[in-house]
């Protein structure tokens, strides 16, 4: 079936250093991808989203980069602080807003 | 800024016991999901619901779980008999004009 991965599971950077976190999916049909934050013992956290139309989406410190090609999505995180210490799940979703597939996530730290 | 909630917070029953967790979207909003997080694994979609009926389930989302939005602002989810592996963390998430959900603190559901 189809599915939602990381490459990898835990993600340590120095603050002030750019962050890349990575996400592969296999569903070719998906056209619509979310990334989300979770902090512990917290839901999780919108943070930017793209549509299969679009190759790159700019927020506020934040960029998706999404590759129809190899199916991967990833996020970056320009000047990590230590705020932005969490796990990151990446979504998939090809019903118009309904079933959302989640990555098993990607845990970031943010070292002094 | 408005905001999900959901109550309560933590949740410990007996195996074979119903429950109720209770959610309250964002008001202006018109899509509610409940996703659950088994400790250390990745979300997990139940259900989603529009124009006070189901729009969605998943595999998950078997005849021991229901769902019900009695009035105008809380949405609901039962668990009619609780089993060991039940206990996880849940979320509700609402959706309003835009594609983005937001996300409540969750549930933790423990079952003994």
């Known amino acids: 079936g189809e599915s939602v991965g990381l490459h990898l599971p835990t993600l340590s950077v120095q603050e002030g250093d750019n962050s890349i976190i990575n996400c592969a999916y296999s569903?070719?049909?998906?056209?619509?991808f979310i990334w989300y934050k979770q902090e512990s013992g917290k839901g999780p956290q919108f943070i930017i989203d793209i549509r299969s139309n679009m190759d790159k989406r700019q927020g506020q410190r934040v960029t998706v980069l999404l590759n129809k090609t190899v199916k991967h999505l990833s996020l970056q995180i320009a000047a990590t602080q230590p705020g932005d210490s969490a796990v990151y799940f990446c979504a998939e979703n090809n019903n118009y807003g309904q079933n959302f597939v989640f990555g098993p996530g990607t845990r970031l730290s943010v070292l002094p | 800024e408005p905001e999900v909630t959901q109550t309560p917070s933590h949740q410990v029953t007996q195996m074979g016991q119903e429950v109720i967790l209770r959610c309250v979207p964002i008001s202006n909003h018109l899509y509610f999901y409940w996703y659950r997080q088994i400790l250390g694994q990745k979300v997990e979609f139940l259900v989603s619901f529009y124009n006070n009926e189901i729009s969605e389930k998943s595999e998950i989302f078997d005849d021991q779980f229901s769902v019900e939005r009695p009035d105008g602002s809380n949405f609901t989810l039962k668990i009619r008999s609780t089993k060991l592996e039940d206990s996880a963390m849940y979320f509700c998430a609402s959706v309003g004009s835009s594609d983005e959900q937001y996300f409540g603190p969750g549930t933790r559901l423990t079952v003994t």
């Open positions: 569903n070719s049909a998906s056209d619509y």
